[in-house]
Nanobody, 123 residues
Framework: QVQLVESGGGLVQAGGSLRLSCAAS????????MGWFRQAPGKERVFVAA????????YLAGSAKGRFTISRDKAKNTVYLQMNSLKPEDTAVYYC????????????????WGQGTQVTVSS
């Protein structure tokens, strides 16, 4: 069992930055890819970014490339999503997730989910 808790969301103006954190507890010794997804009201939950268990590989959605960076601190069992140049279209609840699988952009691949943190970007 793995528990994930997101933090760092908030209200920011367009062009601003936020850094989201996801703290993992429980079975954190397992090899887990960590991902970020987001969901706007009335929309599907979509992939944003992922990082391999050892941090050696990262994956970004097209909407995130050039603006977002995913990283992890294995010693702290924490994954981060640095979001720069935020746009109103980035407004959503952001979810941290973990998977032992390999289809890192596929939401059904993920076994564990946090409760989400709200990001609101004003125009």
């Amino acid at each position: 069992q793995v528990q994930l808790v997101e933090s760092g969301g908030g209200l920011v103006q367009a062009g601003g930055s936020l850094r989201l954190s996801c703290a993992a507890s429980g079975r954190t010794f397992s090899r887990l890819t960590m991902g970020w997804f987001r969901q706007a009201p009335g929309k599907e939950r979509v992939f944003v970014a992922a990082i391999s268990w050892n941090g050696g590989s990262t994956y970004l959605a097209g909407s995130a490339k050039g603006r977002f960076t995913i990283s992890r601190d294995k010693a702290k069992n924490t994954v981060y999503l640095q979001m720069n140049s935020l746009k109103p279209e980035d407004t959503a609840v952001y979810y941290c997730a973990a998977t032992g699988g390999v289809a890192v952009v596929t939401r059904d691949e993920y076994d564990y989910w946090g409760q989400g943190t709200q990001v609101t970007v004003s125009s």
